[in-house]
């Protein structure tokens, strides 16, 4: 990256702190219990863990907007959560942040996505998930519909990002209205999707899958990984969103990215991985921001990629840190 560059990334980052996010997804409490083993039990064949530390982190599109916050953006999160304790801490956690919880409706008929994960070693023994699937009922879905739309029109964010988890809150529905609204006024719209409804984001700006989900979404089994191959995926995925921008990340091969006017496939930097976990919501948060800022689609994918390999040398879901992304970018891209 030349010396112009440097500096346009330098502005770039500033300007984050005017910039106003919406994240509209599943939201959820990441759990870690630690502690160590040292006997079977004798009522099963199993280990018994004596519990020294417990910590929660913000999980989800909870992880997205507090990854969009570290950047410097103000962010609105907008989610389903159940009327329950951990619902009430989600919310307490997210104001900790200085996140706004504005338009996170809590509900009686559904509980708090956690997911807990037990430690012992650095080695994960066991992970207990506390969900609700099921998707929101008629009222609900027709109310939480009104309530992002209220909200995308009085607060008149600059991005909104989706992030979707297949807990049953995006439903074709949730997300054709978004979407629709968004494009009326102007926001800018990225997805990290999943399976269940991997082709309901039509005419979204950024869409944001792995290379699994792809496979996955239309049937290949083997896939030559190479940037004409990837080009051709991104046809295949226009031809049925009519989306913008496709970002393919690659686990230990990079990103891939495309749009109507130029493609980059770049390869991942060395890093001693720690934990994998989150790496997708810091990548999508990251690359919306910078997209929407620069529309420059290598640039973002390429501080993405950097940004997605901090947060893999943490354990547990981390946030990316602006100052340390910022040094990254100066060491890796200059």
């Not at 630690?34 to 018994?48: F, K, N, Q």
């Not at 389903?80 to 996140?99: P, T, W």
């Amino acid at each position: 990256m030349k010396s112009k560059e440097k500096l346009d990334a330098k502005q770039l980052f500033q300007k984050i702190n005017s910039l106003k996010v919406f994240v509209v997804g599943d939201a959820m409490i990441d759990n870690y219990w630690y502690g160590t083993v040292d006997r079977i039990s004798p009522e099963a064949p199993v280990p018994i863990i004596s519990i020294t530390q417990k910590e929660s982190r913000l999980g989800g599109a909870a992880n997205v907007a507090l990854n969009c916050k570290s950047l410097g953006a103000e962010v609105y999160l907008c989610s389903y959560i159940g009327k329950d304790n951990s619902g009430s801490q989600l919310i307490s956690m997210l104001k900790e942040q200085n996140i706004r919880p504005d338009f996170c409706i809590q509900s009686e008929e559904r509980i708090t996505t956690n997911k807990t994960r037990i430690i012992s070693k650095n080695q994960q023994i066991l992970r207990v998930d506390e969900e609700s699937t099921s998707y929101l009922s008629l009222n609900e879905e027709h109310h939480f519909i009104d309530v992002c739309l209220r909200a995308i029109q009085i607060e008149k964010p600059d991005i909104l990002i989706f992030e979707d988890y297949n807990k049953g809150l995006l439903s074709e529905l949730v997300i054709e209205k978004i979407i629709k609204h968004c494009k009326h006024v102007g926001v800018f719209t990225s997805v990290d999707p999943k399976q269940k409804h991997f082709f309901s984001y039509q005419n979204i700006d950024l869409f944001k899958p792995n290379l699994k989900e792809v496979k996955e979404a239309f049937g290949i089994d083997h896939f030559e990984l190479t940037k004409p191959a990837l080009e051709e995926i991104h046809l295949k995925l226009h031809e049925k969103l009519n989306h913008q921008t496709t970002l393919i990340t690659l686990s230990e091969n990079g990103v891939f990215v495309r749009n109507e006017k130029e493609a980059d496939l770049m390869p991942a930097h060395v890093r001693k991985i720690a934990d994998v976990s989150g790496a997708g919501d810091t990548v999508i948060a990251v690359a919306t921001i910078l997209l929407f800022l620069s529309n420059d689609i290598s640039f973002a994918a390429q501080v993405a990629n950097l940004a997605g390999g901090l947060v893999c040398e943490e354990p547990g879901v981390a946030r990316i840190q602006k100052e340390k992304l910022m040094k990254e970018i100066n060491k890796k891209l200059v």
